[in-house]
Each structure stands twice: as C-alpha cells, then as structure tokens.
C-alpha cells in the first residue's frame, strides 16, 4: 500500500469542516488507525506548522511523534528538484513563499517511497499561490484530495 502525505489543510479543513472532533470522532479515530499503520505521513514542517497553532488539533496532533517524519537525504534531494523548478518557473517571492512552508516537503516525501500527496488545494483559482497539485504533476506524483484517501482507505462512519 502506497504512503498518504498529509498536507496541513487536509487536517485544518476536516477539524473546522465536515469531520469536526465532536461531529465525526470515527474520522479521527481512522485516521489514528492508519497514522499508526503506517499508512498516513506528513513532514514534520506539517506537524510543526499544526503544533503552533496550540489548539484542538495541536493535542491531537502532539501524542502522534509517529505521523511527524523527518526528512532524509533522498528528500532533501527531491527537495532541491522541487526548489530548482520552482525558481525556474515562478516569480522569486511566489517561489520563496511556496518554499518556506510545508507544502514542497509533503511532494519530496511522496516522491521519496512512492507515495500519494493528500491535500485540499486544486490546480485552478488562487493564482498569487504555488499549488501542490501542480508541482505533483511535474514530478509525475500522485496527489488526491480527503474524500479520495477515505475511499481508498475505506473510511465509513458507523454509529
């Protein structure tokens, strides 16, 4: 089975959206299940970025050291591609802002084992951005949304 990536809006847009730890906790429960199989992976930017915000899904989030994966050397080197075609391609501070988050390490990781890139952002709309699908598709890397994961994972709430 292939690694999901979890971008931060994955985890952002499921608490404050339809998968809110009151309304569906199964989801949350399935996604600890999957973390914890090793199906389910983010950068440890990702998590880092998420354990700033020192809300409910921070403490969801901090017990969980396995989600949180450092780089390695194959990653930063993925890492360096994604930064080369980035500078490359887009305007030095649209590079420098895409850069300096966790999205181009949710890419470089999945391009590391193979893996598939969850996140929320499409190819289209927000032009003053650097999308993660659209760099996914340069470096030929799987990237899907959260209702594909759950299918492919065979999420179904149960009461």
């Known amino acids: 089975m292939s690694i999901f990536w979890l971008d931060a809006n994955v985890f952002i847009q499921a ?6 730890f009151d309304s569906v906790p199964q989801f949350w429960t399935f996604l600890a299940k999957h973390i914890n199989d090793g199906n ?5 930017m990702v ?3 998420i354990l700033k915000q020192k809300d409910d899904l ?3 989030v901090k017990p969980r050291r396995e989600l949180s994966i450092t780089a390695n050397p194959q990653v ?3 890492f360096r591609q994604i930064a080369s ?8 501070q649209k590079a420098a802002k895409f850069l300096s988050d ?9 391009m590391e084992d193979n893996g598939i890139t969850v996140t929320h952002e499409t190819p289209k709309g927000d032009e003053w951005k650097i999308k993660i699908p659209v760099i996914c598709k340069v470096f ?7 209702w594909e994961m759950n299918k492919e994972l065979k999420f179904k709430i149960r009461e």
């Open 58 to 60: 921070a403490r969801w």
């Open 85 to 92: 075609h980035v500078h490359t391609k887009y305007k030095p």
């Open 40 to 44: 389910i992976k983010s950068p440890k």
């Open 15 to 20: 608490m404050h959206g339809p998968f809110g």
């Open 140 to 146: 030929d890397v799987r990237c899907i949304n959260t």
């Open 102 to 110: 966790g999205d181009p390490w949710v890419i470089a990781h999945a």
């Open 47 to 49: 998590c880092d970025e």
């Open 76 to 78: 930063h080197a993925n």
